[in-house]
């Protein structure tokens, strides 16, 4: 059973910080292109950051410079550290996995900015 377990949301003030962390189980994680994905109420779900199977990463433009995803291979967790964080941020984040040639994804984990 494929599992994606996402931690570290919570509410934080305008230019604060916040690290999401996805503890992937039941995937062949090195095997695996991992991604954050977010969504807020009446919009789409859209990438965040996305990081390959070799480390590769890109980023949505509204996060570059910002935002910093990376892997532990060895712990199967995949994070995102988010600082400078804007009010625009406020979503739910969620964990995705593509191992091919399936894709999954996690429950999500609020991330609030507000003052």
């Known amino acids: 059973q494929v599992q994606l377990v996402e931690s570290g949301g919570g509410l934080v003030q305008p230019g604060g910080s916040l690290t999401l962390s996805c503890a992937a189980s039941?995937?062949?994680?090195?095997?695996?292109?991992m991604g954050w994905y977010r969504q807020t109420p009446g919009k789409q779900r859209e990438v965040v950051a996305r990081?390959?199977?070799?480390?590769?990463?890109v980023y949505t433009d509204s996060v570059k410079g910002r935002f910093t995803i990376s892997r532990d291979n060895a712990k199967n967790t995949v994070y995102l550290q988010m600082n400078r964080l804007k009010l625009e941020d406020t979503a739910v984040y969620y964990c995705?996995?593509?191992?091919?040639?399936?894709?999954?994804w996690g429950q999500g984990t609020p991330v609030t900015v507000s003052s």
């Open positions: 039941g995937i062949v994680f090195s095997g695996s292109a």
């Open positions: 995705n996995a593509y191992w091919p040639p399936r894709t999954y």
């Open positions: 990081i390959t199977t070799d480390g590769s990463t």
